[in-house]
């Protein structure tokens, strides 16, 4: 019965697109009563991806990140510090304050009415698109600095969690739920909060 009132909650908040936050302790099913509800509304083989928030959620589980291809599980360990080491550091910091400066930006645009949905989008590939070329700069030639690194080696572009739900399963998406959003740095959160726009009832409720 508690389990239908609330999905009934959650259902006036969808529909009116009004910002709902659960809090409760660990493992009383805050998480599963949410994909619970996306397998009501989207069905019960709707794709979902999880983003499980910590102090330490970056740009690189949000948007992405360039590694080597064919890193064994230990270089891949060690590779993940060398890239938290630069986003921690200046570069990366100045990575992330251009990208969310940008975002401000494009994101007053379209609640001012200045540009539609569909060119919000498109900017905001460009957008994604400027940052990720840039931190594939940043981090080869940080990279490069390990031995297990060789100049001559291929790289790919793993695409994170907001990737992946734009654009994954060849282009159809996923359905993205954030957990322990709260846990997320502010700055990064705004990266969500953004992107929300009008139709996501976020930014002017939220931020």
């Known amino acids: 019965e508690i389990d239908q009132d609330l999905l009934r909650t959650i259902t006036e908040c969808y529909k009116l697109r009004q910002p709902l936050m ?7 099913g805050k998480t599963f009563l949410m994909k619970k509800f996306v397998q009501l509304i989207h069905g019960k ?14 740009e690189l589980e949000i948007l992405g990140h360039w590694a ?25 910091r100045s990575l992330s304050d251009k990208l969310n400066q940008k975002l401000g930006e494009l994101n007053q645009k379209f609640l001012d009415g200045k540009i539609t949905q569909e060119q919000f989008q498109e900017e905001f590939g460009e957008l994604t698109t400027q940052y990720i070329n840039r931190s594939r700069a940043a981090i080869t030639e940080t990279a490069q600095v390990a031995k297990f690194i060789k100049p001559e080696s291929e790289w790919e572009f793993k695409e994170g ?47």
């Open 22 to 28: 659960f809090e409760g302790d660990p493992g009383v």
């Open 45 to 58: 083989e709707a794709p979902i991806l999880e983003l499980v928030g910590t102090p330490r959620t970056s």
């Open 68 to 92: 080597p291809k064919g890193l064994k599980e230990k270089e891949a360990e060690e590779y993940r510090e060398i890239l938290r080491g630069l986003m921690e550091g200046d570069t990366g």
């Open 161 to 207: 969690a907001l990737l992946q739900a734009y654009s994954g399963r060849d282009g159809k998406g996923y359905i993205l739920i954030v957990d322990e959003f709260n846990l997320i740095p502010s700055n990064y959160q705004q990266i969500f909060l953004q992107i929300g726009g009008e139709k996501g009832a976020l930014s002017n409720s939220i931020s």
